[in-house]
């Protein structure tokens, strides 16, 4: 990759994760880098819903990064490499049922934006040292579990929109719909509630019918659909965080009139993260 690769306007690179176990890929990489832009500009990578339409990903969300002079970077998990809800969303750390054997933690795909944000930022001479992290529906799942599951140091702000369903932070309960039996801590937990986190929900995503709704049993035991989930969700945590003694660094964010996928949210989301 070179400085030309992120071009003003839209564009696209292949990058090639050589960290990544158990041998190095390589992955599409849908860019937006605006007219005003220079070795502070700020970075944010987002990542895609279950879809894994990154381009147009990239497209929805480069209007308002134009506007904030943010340059945004989409990774391209497509189905042939990351198959299904456990490879992205889940982030790869158990195989798919009925295996369901947890992965060595180096096989994890959540490192990989890691990896991406060093790379584009040694590629363009960008002066950061840290990146925004956004994820809508399914790249929600990921964000949140990359926040729970990692160090994240690089990230200095996440924003995760419209889960259909949430991981609790329970050690009791297995992941992926706890944290429990993939060798936490509870320091873990506490780390993951004091992490920079903004949960943003439209409040029109309230469809119980929606067909792409989850609709397993913990999923319904968070309510009858999305809007109801987060803001059962961050009830949730903020009690919890006040039983453990822990600053809860979440917050929460109702964009008044937005659906599932909807513009606002989206605006709303490189707002968050302009930093």
Known sequence: MSKSTLAEGAGSFVFRDDGAVPSPRSMRVFSFCP???DRR??????????????????????PQAERNGQIVLVPEFD???????HAYNFGGVRRQPPDNAVLPRDHWNFETVDRLFHHVRDAIGSSRETFGLFGNSAGAQFVL????????PSVDLAVAANCGCYMLPDLAKDYPDGMGGIGLDPGHLRKYLERPLVILLGDADNDPDDPHLPRWDEAMAQGPHRLARGLW?????????????VELGWRLDIA???GHVDQMIYDRGADILKG
């Open 256 to 258: 008044p009139g937005a």
């Open 79 to 85: 189905p042939d490499q990351f198959p299904g809800v």
């Open 233 to 245: 969700h961050f009830e949730h945590c903020t009690q919890l965080a006040k039983s453990l003694g």
């Open 145 to 152: 579990r990359y926040l729970a599951l990692n160090e994240a």
């Open 35 to 37: 007219r005003a832009s």
């Open 41 to 62: 500009t700020r970075i944010v990578i987002a990542m895609h819903g279950v879809d894994r339409a990154a381009a147009e990903f990239r497209d929805l969300l480069a």
